[in-house]
């Protein structure tokens, strides 16, 4: 079962930062929290992810609580091609990592001209 | 640098007939999973190769879904005989061992079992 809690939908205006909120209420001192997206017909695409400092990349920022319960993902200049599937995981990472990817069904995200 | 390939984009099969799927991962990737897909759901992790030795295969219904990685390479994924619930999308992904926090997807296959 996934360990994480999602809204279904959100919809944002082009343009707008896109904040996807993600609880992870059970996390473990060793889990990490992993965003990956798919868009209509495509497999899914890494994202982003952090175990307690907030992270930032080329295609988002990730802000983690300091209790690491809950956690949201942002898309600061959101576009029509980021409408998407996004999923919020949480799983242990880094160099012991071999555990799976667990995904549940997401937030689905309409980016509204 | 090529992504993850897979083939057929698409097939369509009756039940209780056989299919294949195959996958080519992302070169120097050690780490080759195949996933499922229902329609509305997210992925479900089927099987999960190393190299060519199964890392993790407890979600894949062994009476029906086989998997090989000849080689550590290719991949190739058969349901031997296809039920009407397996109709859904079956996704490839690798990663490198150094660095299994990003998998990389491939497009898919969509299965439809009549």
């Known amino acids: 079962d996934a360990k994480t809690t999602q809204p279904p939908s959100m919809d944002c205006a082009e343009g707008r930062a896109a904040n996807l909120p993600c609880n992870h209420s059970?996390?473990?001192?060793?889990?990490?929290v992993y965003w990956y997206r798919q868009i209509h017909s495509q497999g899914p695409q890494y994202i982003i992810h952090?175990?307690?400092n907030n992270e930032t990349n080329e295609m988002a920022s990730l802000i983690i609580t300091e209790d690491r319960k809950s956690s949201t993902l942002i898309l600061p200049h959101a576009t029509l091609r980021d409408t998407a599937v996004y999923y919020c995981?949480?799983?242990?990472?880094?160099?012991?990592?071999?555990?799976?990817?667990?995904f549940g069904t997401g937030t689905r995200l309409t980016i509204i001209p | 640098e090529a992504g993850v390939a897979q083939s057929p984009r698409y097939k369509i099969i009756e039940k209780r007939q056989s299919v294949a799927f195959w996958c080519n991962p992302i070169?120097?990737?050690?780490?080759l999973y195949w996933y499922q897909q229902i329609l509305g759901q997210g992925p479900k992790l089927l099987i999960q190769f190393q190299n060519n030795g199964v890392v993790d295969d407890s979600q894949l219904p062994k009476d029906r879904f086989s998997a090989e990685r000849l080689k550590g390479v290719d991949s190739t994924l058969k349901i031997q005989p296809a039920k009407l619930e397996d109709s859904a999308v079956y996704l490839c992904?690798?990663?490198?061992?150094?660095?299994?926090?990003?998998?990389?997807f491939g497009p898919g296959t969509r299965l439809t079992v009549l």
């Open positions: 992904a690798s990663s490198t061992l150094a660095d299994t926090d990003t998998q990389y």
């Open positions: 070169s120097g990737h050690a780490t």
């Open positions: 995981i949480v799983r242990v990472g880094g160099f012991f990592g071999n555990e799976k990817l667990t």
């Open positions: 952090g175990l307690k």
């Open positions: 059970t996390i473990s001192g060793n889990e990490y």
